[in-house]
């Protein structure tokens, strides 16, 4: 018995000192954000991707914009995902485009979205709409040329992320590539602008495990992060909360490292469509839409 006592003050000293390194907390950077971020949601918008991409990034590779009916039920309904690599900044970008013909219907009924939960890689359920939109980006062609860029340049950081349902897309995304061994937790960024809740309370742990730098920016009184309600039908966010409670022209935020903080933009108690359009001054849609010409804030 006496010979344990060493291995229990072993044990204590490294609880206090020795977090899992894919626990590290990553630190949220509003240039890198604000620099890259914007204009590559509102390039998942426009008929020309390349010319929005043009605007941030020089030595880079496109590869396909993928679009798919993402509800089969309508018909209607297109989401998108698109990727790339920037040499200059060693990195292989996947973005994903929701559709604002459901936003409309997540805003107004937001129980018919959300009724229909699925397990997800790496543990939890999320709303089937978003498994099932992912699933066909993935196998229409992001599949390929994912493995292919990750193939070709393994040193590269992987950054995933979205706008509105693209966020969600985004955060399935990045849980399905560790899950699946194609990136590491250390090697992935990942970046939501006003993400909705996306699945469970499981589902929320696993993004906090296995995506150590995952960042759910938030546009003051932007709506669509308060949908569903907390708790409907068990759907949660994951971390980390950053609220802008401003017009993002300026790098003043604050930080909340938690799943559902009552500190960060849960703190108003009104919300709005409006601010869930503008991201640190852009209207990425119209802008996007545009093909990234004219006034970037309309
Ligand atoms: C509900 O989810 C199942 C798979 O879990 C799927 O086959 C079915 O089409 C979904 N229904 C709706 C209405 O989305
Ligand atoms: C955007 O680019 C596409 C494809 O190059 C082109 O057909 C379309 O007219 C452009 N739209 C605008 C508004 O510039």
Redesign the pocket.
């Known amino acids: 018995m006496r010979r344990m006592l060493p291995i229990f003050l072993l044990c204590g000293v490294l609880a206090v000192n020795g977090a899992p390194s894919n626990s590290a907390k990553a630190t949220f950077s509003d240039a890198f954000v604000r620099k890259y971020f914007p204009t590559i949601f509102a390039s998942t918008e426009a008929p020309n991707a390349a010319n929005c991409l043009n605007k941030v990034f020089t030595n880079y590779e496109l590869k396909q914009h993928i679009h798919v009916k993402c509800?089969?039920?309508d018909g209607l309904d297109t989401c998108s995902g698109i990727t790339f690599v920037s040499h200059d900044d060693k990195a292989i970008v996947m973005a994903f485009r929701g559709t604002y013909g459901k936003l409309q219907l997540l805003v107004e009924s937001e129980e018919i979205m959300y009724?229909?939960?699925?397990?997800w890689y790496g543990g939890g359920n999320v709303a089937?709409?978003f498994?099932?939109a992912f699933n066909l980006i993935w196998n229409a062609g992001m599949k390929a040329d994912v493995n292919e860029l990750i193939h070709k340049y393994p040193g590269y950081e992987i950054w995933v992320g979205g706008h509105s349902l693209g966020g969600s897309l985004a955060a399935l995304a990045s849980n399905f590539l560790i899950s699946n061994g194609l990136t590491t937790s250390s090697n992935l960024k990942m970046i939501t602008f006003g993400e909705p809740r996306t699945g469970d309370k499981t589902f929320a742990d696993t993004v906090d495990s296995l995506v150590p730098y995952s960042f759910r920016v938030i546009h003051k009184k932007d709506i669509v992060p308060h949908i569903p309600l907390n708790g409907m039908e068990g759907f949660h966010h994951h971390k980390a909360e950053i609220w802008y409670d401003n017009d993002m022209s300026t790098a003043t935020y604050k930080e909340c490292d938690s799943q559902e903080s009552p500190f960060c933009s849960d703190s108003h108690l009104d919300y709005m469509i409006a601010d869930h359009h503008h991201y640190y001054g852009m209207y990425m849609s119209y802008y996007g839409r545009r093909n990234c010409t004219g006034d970037p804030a309309n």
């Open positions: 509800d089969e039920t009724r229909n939960k699925t397990a089937y709409y498994a099932h």
